[in-house]
């Protein structure tokens, strides 16, 4: 979609760094566009179709180049779309300045933003300009939380028209987690299709993505040498397969602690060392926590820890290494020997902790290469049309994608790829059936 053919009328409601990064941007989202053939496909789609005209759509993602080609999408489907920041450190201005600038939409969202701002940011994309959502878009159910969880404390701004809400998406695993435990306590009042739990997703983005970006993000903030290192995978799900995967391909010795028997078993099979964490903390090098729970890393595995070892965080959240333990282990207050290193001395050893213990593939790198987005995008893309079109379908609670749409986006894959699959006989397809 040409630039002119983008450009708003008008300067919505907005809180960016700077709007004159807003020429980078639209150069950076275009590159990002080019390796998002799919997305590209639904938003010529929509453009056409206009599945969501008059719709307002409240999204809490991480404000990258990817992100600009799915809110564009949505855009060009008709609905209005208010963004902040599922991560302050994961912003890029320049990107947060376009989408401002040359697409009408209101962000919210600054790179490096302190605490309260964060929080005032998702406010801001929740109210909708004080209208509420139709639908949200979530990495980590901070938006619907908001809404609906009513053991929060208040939220700064007041609350928030809910009466037009329809449902939302999910993108992370945390999420969905946090969601069911809102809809066990009777909470979650609206579907939510949690993309996360697509097979598309977990293949592509989960393992291929995180596997890279995770690796790409550790090497950027280091410059280490993963080569003859032990590294220390925690949690073997499909993230931690993918960064083990990519671990010992790049040379390194990997161990895999996992609390699920079967996964550590499977990890087994395919050739890593298992072991509980405490062992593993004396014998790592590189430590990546990738379970989406918290406190996975604490004080008992730091004051084992090898001198020079590096901890990095894989998973949403910044809990799954103990902070609070790291920093009262330590002989003294960190220095940050690089930028995003922050070095803590335990017991007479150096440990470095990485960008704070945030997810190290977005604070210490760009995060998962637009290909694999691409995927994530039309899925978000895809579930947020199904709500609306097919709203009566899917009751309150959390679900997966539907089966036929996942199919159908690795098949848009498939062929942007130029890649054609065989298809079963109408006999194989009676014979499959019948044993079904």
Same mark, same amino acid.
């Given at each position: 979609?040409?630039?002119?053919?983008?450009?708003?009328?008008?300067?919505?409601?907005?809180?960016?760094?700077?709007?004159?990064?807003?020429?980078?941007?639209?150069?950076?989202?275009?590159?990002?566009?080019?390796?998002?053939?799919?997305?590209?496909? *639904?938003?010529?789609?929509?453009?056409?179709?206009?599945?969501?005209?008059?719709?307002?759509?409240?999204?809490?993602?991480?404000?990258?180049?990817?992100?600009?080609?799915?809110?564009?999408?949505?855009?060009?489907?008709?609905?209005? =779309?208010?963004? !902040?920041?599922?991560?302050?450190?994961?912003?890029?201005?320049? *990107?947060? !300045?376009?989408? =401002?600038?040359?697409?009408?939409?209101?962000?919210?969202? &600054?790179?490096?933003?302190?605490?309260?701002?964060?929080?005032?940011?998702?406010?801001?994309?929740?109210?909708?300009?004080?209208?509420?959502?139709?639908?949200?878009?979530?990495?980590?159910?901070? @938006?619907?939380?908001?809404?609906?969880?009513?053991?929060?404390?208040?939220?700064?701004?007041?609350?928030?028209?809910?009466?037009?809400?329809?449902?939302?998406?999910?993108?992370?695993?945390?999420?969905?987690?946090? @969601?069911?435990?809102? !809809?066990?306590?009777?909470?979650?009042?609206?579907?939510?299709?949690? %993309?996360?739990?697509?097979?598309?997703?977990?293949?592509?983005?989960?393992?291929?993505?995180?596997?890279?970006?995770?690796?790409?993000?550790?090497? &950027?903030?280091?410059? =280490?040498?993963?080569?003859?290192?032990?590294?220390?995978? *925690?949690?073997?799900?499909?993230?931690?397969?993918?960064? !083990?995967?990519?671990?010992?391909?790049?040379?390194?010795?990997v161990i895999v602690c996992e609390v699920?028997?079967?996964?550590?078993?499977?990890?087994?099979?395919?050739?890593?060392?298992?072991?509980?964490?405490?062992?593993?903390?004396?014998?790592?090098?590189?430590?990546?926590? %990738?379970?989406?729970?918290?406190?996975?890393?604490?004080?008992?595995?730091?004051? &084992?820890?090898?001198?020079?070892?590096?901890?990095?965080?894989?998973?949403?959240?910044?809990?799954?290494i103990s902070l609070r333990d790291l920093?009262?282990?330590?002989?003294?207050?960190?220095?940050?020997?690089?930028?995003?290193?922050?070095?803590? %001395? *335990?017991?007479?050893?150096?440990?470095?902790?990485?960008?704070?213990?945030?997810?190290?593939?977005?604070?210490?790198?760009?995060?998962?290469?637009?290909?694999?987005?691409?995927?994530?995008?039309?899925?978000?893309?895809?579930?947020?049309?199904?709500?609306?079109?097919? &709203?009566?379908?899917?009751?309150?609670?959390?679900?997966?994608?539907?089966?036929?749409?996942?199919?159908?986006?690795?098949?848009?894959?498939?062929?942007?790829?130029?890649?054609?699959?065989?298809?079963?006989?109408?006999?194989?397809?009676?014979?499959?059936?019948?044993?079904?």
């Open positions: 979609m040409a630039t002119s053919a983008r450009r708003s009328p008008h300067r919505p409601d907005h809180d960016v760094a700077d709007r004159s990064l807003a020429g980078a941007g639209e150069d950076r989202i275009d590159w990002a566009d080019a390796q998002m053939p799919v997305v590209a496909q *639904v938003r010529e789609r929509f453009a056409r179709e206009r599945p969501l005209d008059g719709l307002r759509i409240a999204a809490c993602l991480h404000v990258t180049a990817e992100t600009g080609n799915l809110v564009r999408t949505l855009r060009a489907g008709g609905a209005d =779309v208010w963004l !902040a920041a599922a991560n302050p450190l994961s912003t890029q201005d320049d *990107v947060a !300045a376009a989408l =401002v600038v040359a697409d009408g939409v209101a962000v919210h969202a &600054r790179r490096g933003a302190d605490r309260g701002t964060y929080l005032r940011h998702q406010h801001a994309a929740a109210s909708c300009g004080g209208a509420g959502p139709h639908l949200t878009m979530d990495d980590g159910g901070d @938006l619907l939380a908001l809404l609906l969880d009513r053991d929060l404390p208040a939220s700064p701004g007041g609350p928030i028209p809910t009466t037009d809400l329809l449902g939302g998406t999910e993108e992370t695993t945390t999420g969905a987690l946090r @969601l069911r435990l809102l !809809a066990e306590r009777g909470g979650l009042t609206v579907p939510v299709l949690a %993309v996360n739990e697509a097979d598309t997703h977990r293949v592509v983005e989960n393992r291929h993505g995180t596997g890279q970006s995770a690796l790409d993000g550790l090497l &950027r903030a280091t410059n =280490v040498l993963l080569a003859g290192r032990t590294v220390v995978v *925690v949690g073997y799900g499909s993230c931690g397969r993918g960064v !083990a995967a990519r671990a010992r391909g790049m040379g390194a010795a699920d028997p079967i996964r550590a078993l499977e990890a087994k099979l395919e050739g890593f060392d298992v072991a509980p964490a405490l062992e593993a903390a004396e014998r790592g090098d590189v430590f990546v926590t %990738v379970t989406g729970n918290r406190d996975v890393l604490t004080r008992e595995h730091f004051e &084992r820890m090898r001198d020079g070892a590096i901890l990095a965080n894989a998973g949403h959240f910044d809990v799954e920093a009262a282990a330590a002989d003294g207050p960190a220095v940050e020997v690089r930028p995003l290193v922050e070095r803590y %001395v *335990v017991g007479g050893r150096r440990l470095h902790l990485l960008a704070g213990g945030r997810v190290v593939n977005l604070a210490a790198a760009e995060g998962y290469p637009a290909s694999v987005m691409d995927l994530s995008f039309t899925n978000q893309a895809l579930a947020v049309e199904a709500l609306v079109v097919d &709203r009566d379908r899917f009751a309150p609670g959390v679900h997966r994608v539907p089966p036929a749409m996942d199919a159908e986006m690795a098949r848009l894959k498939l062929s942007s790829l130029g890649i054609a699959i065989d298809a079963l006989s109408p006999e194989q397809e009676r014979y499959g059936r019948a044993w079904s």
